[in-house]
């Protein structure tokens, strides 16, 4: 079978109805607005103050200075821990968490400035770190404490350490203090706990460890460590696992124990590391395993600094820390969501990220990018996405999201004042805010972005195609003003002056003609790059060998700005520069919109302004789209073609032949000129032949070929396309209002010319089969040998599954059957809005696909409410003729249904592998109001993809939940729902909620030369982090998963 993946090509990746607003996935956003109030999170820092009291402390204390003197103002509460004076006692709060305001960060400035080891002291004699992280977590808890109670200088109120002078005076003021201490008098040995705010705070914890002036570590005491276990075993109600260490000189320390019990537990504290000077002597390399595991297991990150030039490395380290910390907190503010990311990677080792950001107020102008980053290996020596710097490109803060201090490809390295006059970005390196660099995760910064702005020095000359509306000529015409074809009408405003033409058009190809920021009206503007919210990038390498020394890679991808997009897509160089960019006919009428950025748009259950003295109400209109779908390619050894989708944006599909990259032609477009009005009408005037059916262009054109189709029999198969008829907005009604629907079709194409050779559903004799629209993407089996297509499966909205019955036949006696009926009404009204996953097994067809309407992702929506949706594993038998009519007992139809499948019940046990194999496969149950919103994908026996649940509408003030929702990764068997070894749990939440990407998985060669397997998506920890797969779980895998490659 050709299921090799490919390594020059991969894309990681109407009758009237009534609706008053139209259902968007692009809802959920309107309510994720910053939130002043939101609890602060609190930043323990443990220092090391037992050893290396020279130059190395000294500098520890200026950096900590130098932090704390930096930090903004009211985002943090932090304390301060320190080991005891006795030997091998743990640790003491010699500082409480406060809020780092006006009157709390000098003091605290103020302390670590003045920590000394003149007597009397503020050193430690020996260090117990298992048992000082034990500590942090009874003061956090609010719990006994252990001996932090006796320490002389430990934080209750009016605390008095200044019986030998003024040494003390710092830690006085602070004492001084009302409120905030650890402990409530003198007396008392329990904590106020250390949760400022309430549980709905974020908690970490920060760790500075060093070597003593020989580069050696000395090992906690086996006293304090076995109190430190027993204290630990008390907490957890079970007994210690061992994590193990290499090398492992330190394994026995409790610390990483600790900090994944802290990490699990109800506080959720996250421990970041940081070692300074690492030695070379003694314990100091099994020290530094341990630090790693630390931070490893808590989901934190470690950091290897020296002490020199004042602490520099150790203030950048806190830094970055610090960033990642606040943006837990202001995830929302910046509403930089990884729902519209899709990431697509080559086999060089390059990962694109398209992203977006929602307008505030919402207008329709939203920031958009896109971002390169690779996979490598991270500090802990995890496989990660990683940034240009090698370093870890996904904050470990909670966000789910780009690190704050991340700089990606194609971003400058040099500090720059672009942006003085609108600074962003949570990273506290100072005067990166006003900067390109670095674009961590501020969407409009760096990267493409940023080369779109500096590359093209005048806007005159940027290379931006369109063409008439049939696009008929193969030769594109350029998008200018001094193109007379481009008229105000088809603008969308014929009364518009001459003057208010050329401004429109010249705005549109990114001319800075309104001058923002003031940067004049001759350059690019900031603002050129539009949203990326759900096209799917294609990368393709034009080079001559898969080696990134030799690649000439090109990344094709649209944006809600209306441009089709051809940029390089190369690390460096001229990488991240624009080849040209197309702006489609169907686009014109909403480029005034976008410019005039004054109609806002129609999100669910936004009320409109009302004029106070007129009394009249303003219009509210959905989101305008672009080329907003999937892009698609075709290559042979002559020839390079690519397909390029619309959703949102319109009924089209565009071809384009861009063998030459530089010189792109036009093949063809296909389709439907007429977008859906905003009272669910359309248009079918204009229409190509064939396709007055079409609906919003959403599932990707893929390409194949098949016996049936040559130039003169086997060796010479013409390529085709096979795509979903697409999707109606009666869709979003809530319930769906479709009757007569557009898009309940599959279309057949020639690649080449786009010649309709097919359409099965819709309007012909197999019109009954199909009911509803074909959003998902068409997964077509290749033969084993050949690599011709054999078959194909599809899914529509309806809940129903069906078989494409392809074999040797020409495409107009291609035939159509439906396999699985999954759907219904009221609490059976699913969807398959993404195509199965499909697997070979043992001679039948697995397919994998879950239900869920991701356009309806509120809580206010029956249809996210009142649906129980499911995850489906269906086997098909195409060879057993009776495979589906033995279900006609069970269904009252030759079909799979709900009674053919073994349910499997949310959080219970997995059914045997023999009960499922009397089956036709299984139905595993999800959450209440819990849908899926990702297409799956399977490595190794195990079954990967993402659920999102809305938040509720009325939130308890003292509960915890974020406004995105909800959202899960599942990893899971695929023979029978069952769970990976060591886990107890099908699924693990994802930080930030929100709506996930898809997984996408691979083999990759890294830059070190080496190959791995990865998945991008398969970790809960962030959608956008790549890693190994999940580990096989069964000696009976599939043989393989089963798709089309498009090169032969």
Not at 26 to 36: G, K, Q, R, S
Request: include cysteine; proline fraction near 5%.
């Amino acid at each position: 079978m050709k299921n090799h993946f490919l390594k020059r090509v991969m894309t990681a990746g109407l009758l009237v109805c009534s609706l008053s607003v139209m259902a968007e996935d692009i809802d959920l956003f309107v309510a994720a607005t910053p939130d002043e109030d939101a609890p602060k999170p609190n930043v323990l820092i443990v220092l090391d103050n037992t050893a290396n009291w020279t130059t190395a402390f000294e500098n520890e204390k200026k950096a900590l200075k130098t932090l704390f003197d930096g930090l903004p103002l009211d985002k943090f509460n932090v304390g301060l821990m320190l080991f005891n004076e006795p030997n091998g006692k743990g640790g003491y709060v010699r500082a409480a968490l406060r809020l780092m305001n006006e009157t709390n960060r000098p003091l605290y400035s103020d302390l670590v400035n003045s920590l000394r080891n003149a007597s009397p002291d503020d050193q430690g004699s020996a260090r117990a770190l298992g048992l000082t992280m034990a500590e942090a977590y009874r003061y956090y808890a609010g719990l006994q404490a252990i001996n932090g109670h006796n320490a002389g200088k430990r934080d209750y109120p009016n605390n008095d350490v200044t019986s030998t002078g003024n040494v003390f005076a710092a830690s006085n003021a602070i004492y001084a203090l009302t409120g905030g201490h650890a402990f409530a008098s003198s007396g008392s040995s329990t904590y106020v706990p250390g949760t400022v705010e309430g549980g709905c705070q974020k908690n970490f914890i920060i760790y500075i460890g060093n070597t003593t002036a020989s580069g050696n570590v000395t090992k906690d005491n086996t006293a304090s460590n076995t109190a430190a276990t027993t204290y630990l075993e008390e907490a957890a109600g079970a007994a210690v696992t061992q994590i193990p260490l290499s090398p492992s000189g330190f394994a026995d320390n409790i610390a990483d124990e600790w900090a994944r019990f802290m990490k699990q537990s109800p506080l959720g504290i996250t421990t970041y590391t940081v070692d300074v000077s690492q030695g070379t002597a003694g314990n100091a390399l099994a020290n530094s395993a341990l630090l790693k595991s630390m931070a490893l297991v808590s989901q934190g990150k470690y950091f290897l600094v020296n002490s020199e030039n004042d602490g520099n490395q150790i203030v950048a380290a806190l830094r970055s820390i610090f960033s990642e910390v606040q943006a837990v907190n202001s995830v929302f503010a910046s509403v930089s969501l990884p729902v519209s990311v899709n990431t697509q990677g080559t086999y060089l080792n390059q990962v694109f990220i398209g992203m977006f950001r929602p307008d505030e107020l919402a207008r329709p102008r939203w920031a958009g990018n896109l971002k390169q980053y690779k996979l490598g290996y991270n500090s802990l020596g995890e496989l990660s996405t990683l940034d240009a710097d090698n370093k870890d490109a996904i904050s470990s803060g909670g966000t789910g999201f780009i690190a704050e201090c991340a700089r990606s490809f194609w971003t400058p390295t040099a500090l720059d004042s672009y942006w003085v006059d609108r600074p962003q970005g949570s990273c506290l390196t100072p005067n990166t805010a006003q900067s390109e660099t670095p674009d961590g995760n501020v969407v409009e910064k760096g990267a493409q972005g940023y080369k779109l702005r500096t590359s093209i020095t005048d806007p005159d000359n940027r290379v931006v195609y369109t063409c008439s509306s049939g696009c008929t000529d193969s030769t594109p015409t350029l998008f200018k003003h001094s193109n007379a074809a481009i008229t105000k009408s088809l603008l969308g405003n014929a009364a518009m002056t001459d003057a208010e033409r050329i401004k429109l058009i010249d705005w549109a190809r990114g001319k800075n003609v309104d001058n923002e920021l003031s940067k004049g009206t001759t350059v690019m503007r900031p603002s050129v790059h539009g949203d990326v919210v759900h096209s799917r990038p294609v990368a393709i390498n034009f080079g001559g060998s898969d080696t990134l020394a030799s690649s000439e890679v090109v990344v094709f991808y649209g944006g809600n700005d209306g441009m089709l997009r051809a940029v390089k897509g190369n690390r460096d160089g001229d990488g991240g520069t624009e080849l040209w960019a197309f702006m489609p006919p169907d686009f014109y009428p909403y480029i005034n919109r976008i410019y005039k950025n004054n109609v806002r748009i129609s999100y669910k259950g936004m009320d409109p302004f009302v004029d106070p003295d007129t009394g009249v109400e303003e219009t509210l209109e959905p989101k305008s789209y672009g080329v907003d779908g999937a892009i698609s390619a075709y290559r042979s050894d002559s020839d390079t073609w690519i397909f390029a989708s619309m959703r949102r944006g319109g009924r089209s599909v565009y071809a384009f032949d861009v063998s030459d990259p530089t010189a792109p032609e036009v093949k063809w477009k296909v389709g439907c000129p007429s977008n859906f009005q905003t009272d669910g009408s359309v248009s079918d005037t204009g229409c190509t032949t064939g396709f007055a059916g079409i609906g919003q262009t959403w599932s990707a054109p893929k390409a194949l070929k098949a016996p049936g189709y040559s130039v003169s029999g086997a060796g010479t198969e013409k390529p085709m396309l096979i795509m979903g008829g697409g999707y109606d907005v009666c869709e979003d009604g809530d319930p769906h209002t479709c009757t007569s629907t557009k898009g309940n079709r599959v279309y057949i194409l020639d690649a080449d010319t786009g010649a309709l050779l097919k359409t099965l559903g819709g309007d012909t004799s197999d019109g009954d089969l199909i009911s509803r629209g074909v959003v998902a993407d068409v997964i077509v089996v290749p033969h084993s040998v050949t690599g011709l297509a054999t078959m194909a499966y599809v899914a529509d909205l309806g809940g129903n599954v069906y078989r494409i019955n392809i074999g040797d036949d020409a495409p107009a006696d291609w035939t159509i059957t439906k396999i699985a009926s999954l759907g219904g009404s009221g609490a059976d009204a699913r969807k398959f809005m993404f195509a199965p996953d499909v697997v070979l097994d043992n001679g039948k067809y697995v397919l994998l696909l879950g239900s869920g309407d991701r356009e309806k992702p509120l809580s206010t929506y029956s249809g996210a409410t009142s649906v129980a949706n499911k995850f489906f594993m269906l086997k098909d038998d195409p060879a057993d003729e009776e495979w589906l009519s033995g279900e006609t007992a069970n269904c009252g139809a030759a079909v799979i249904c709900m009674d053919s499948l073994e349910s499997v019940t949310y959080g219970s046990g997995s059914p045997t592998l023999a009960t499922v194999g009397e089956k036709k496969g299984w139905a595993l149950e999800l959450h209440d109001n819990e849908q899926v919103v990702t297409s799956a994908i399977t490595i190794f026996g195990v079954v990967t993809f993402s659920t999102h649940e809305p938040a509720p509408v009325n939130v308890d003030p003292n509960v915890c939940t974020s406004s995105l929702g909800k959202a899960r990764v599942y990893n899971i068997g695929y023979a029978n729902a069952g769970l990976l070894t060591g886990r107890n749990s099908r699924f693990a939440e994802i930080p930030g909620g929100g709506l996930p990407p898809s997984p996408v998985a691979g083999m990759v060669t890294l830059d070190n030369g080496v190959t791995v397997p990865f998945c991008i998506g398969c970790d809960s920890e962030s959608p956008l982090k790549g890693g190994e797969p999940p580990p096989p779980i069964m000696a009976n895998q599939p043989k393989s998963r089963v798709y089309w490659h498009i090169q032969q």
